[in-house]
T-cell receptor, first 110, second 116 residues
Framework: RKEVEQDPGPFNVPEGATVAFNCTYS??????FFWYRQDCRKEPKLLMS???SGNEDGRFTAQLNRASQYISLLIRDSKLSDSATYLC???????????FGGGTRVLVKP | GAGVSQSPRYKVAKRGQDVALRCDPI?????LFWYQQALGQGPEFLTY????????KSGLPSDRFFAERPEGSVSTLKIQRTQQEDSAVYLC??????????????FGPGTRLTVL
């Protein structure tokens, strides 16, 4: 079983709609949580960190549920430019290596 | 300012050849990481440097993989006797801090290695 699991999608989303997806992680010692965005043939870029209280950045809302060990990302009012692969990432307390999920592909269509 | 740069951007190697991949981190960044990303997968950790010290190499898949950062800045990932399963994008990332788990890692554009 992979340490971080995501639904690979694709999630086909009409422009302007809301889409949400989760990832689960297996290591309860994980301390930091992130969503990265990766465009086709590009490097991953940090979208947002995820905090226990939940946090919002514009149209993006991230939630963390430590008890159930899952992280969610919600995108409101989807734009065509939101089409990308969203990588769920966790970081253990010891050391800084990031553990990535396989990514969830989102396709926003007009 | 300049981000993380990697060279070459693309490399085609014949099976059995040795390759060397270079990473120039953001100036002043203490931490440097190498990841391997196979097609359709998320990046997988290979190794981590704090300055010139290689603190974690647990992700290196075999003894054919070797990484160094002799002066605590530029790093080179070397793969000896390449195999077809080594075909992947090799990503380098750097972060400013030495031990904070919340430090943001900034990724380079990657080197796409194809082994024929």
């Amino acid at each position: 079983r992979k340490e971080v699991e995501q639904d690979p999608g694709p999630f086909n989303v009409p422009e302007g709609a809301t889409v949400a997806f989760n990832c689960t992680y297996s290591n309860s010692a994980s301390q930091s949580f992130f969503w990265y965005r990766q465009d086709c043939r590009k490097e991953p870029k940090l979208l947002m960190s995820v905090y226990s209280s939940g946090n919002e950045d514009g149209r993006f809302t991230a939630q963390l549920n430590r008890a159930s060990q899952y992280i969610s990302l919600l995108i409101r009012d989807s734009k065509l430019s939101d089409s990308a692969t969203y990588l769920c990432v966790v970081n253990k307390a010891a050391g800084n290596k990031l553990t990535f999920g396989g990514g969830t592909r989102v396709l926003v269509k007009p | 300012g300049a981000g993380v740069s990697q060279s070459p951007r693309y490399k085609v190697a014949k099976r059995g050849q040795d390759v060397a991949l270079r990473c120039d981190p953001i100036s002043g960044h203490v931490s440097l990481f190498w990841y391997q990303q196979a097609l359709g997968q998320g990046p997988e950790f290979l190794t981590y440097f704090q300055n010139e010290a290689q603190l974690d190499k647990s992700g290196l898949p075999s003894d054919r993989f070797f990484a160094e950062r002799p002066e605590g800045s530029v790093s080179t990932l070397k793969i000896q006797r390449t195999q077809q399963e080594d075909s992947a994008v090799y990503l380098c990332a750097s972060s400013s801090g030495a031990s904070l788990s919340t430090d943001t890692q900034y990724f380079g554009p990657g080197t796409r290695l194809t082994v024929l």
